[in-house]
């Protein structure tokens, strides 16, 4: 068994534009002459790996609290692309009975809309990807809105540069953030499970 650890660092992740930079303050320190050390973390919901809930970009949709687990642990594929992901290289790329699908882009790719409609025909839990968004910035709603309609969950920001496209087993489930829009996660990749 493998383990490939695809979170980013909290601080060295990117970051989307407009988003607030993590910070960790000290609040107590050992070397100060404190008993224990203690720090508080500051962060935006989208920093490094995230998943977005729709309640994102639905009114009333279901916030990060309420996605089922199941969607986040499981069989996933890799399947590395280059610039925008269109229809065409859904077709080519991906296989019928994938449930889980990482896209591996090297934080430069992003789905088109033709992509979103393709995607949608097949019966996807997840679409994770290893860019900031899954959209580009001038039409993140249009594809989050038709993703999250289709209950697809949607994973962002992951780290695959170590990673071989293939099949693994994905544990991802986000933190449980009550009400809120996104969380982020702890993302990790296992070689060598089948179910």
Known sequence: MEIFDITPGIFSAPLYSGDPAPELKKICAVEDGCEYNLSSISMGSHTGAHIDAPLHFVENGKPVDALELEKFIGKCTVVSAAGPITAQWVERNLPWNCRRLLI?????????????????????????????????????????????????????????????DGEYFLFAPPIKVTGAEAAPCRAVLIKGITD
């Open 104 to 164: 591996k882009c090297g934080g430069n790719g992003y789905l088109m809309n033709n992509a979103v409609y393709e995607l949608c025909r097949f019966n996807l839990e997840l679409i994770g990807i290893d860019s900031t968004s899954i959209a580009s910035p001038d039409n993140e709603s249009a594809v989050h809105r038709e993703l999250m309609y289709n209950e697809i969950a949607l994973l962002e920001g992951i780290e695959l540069s170590s990673v071989k």
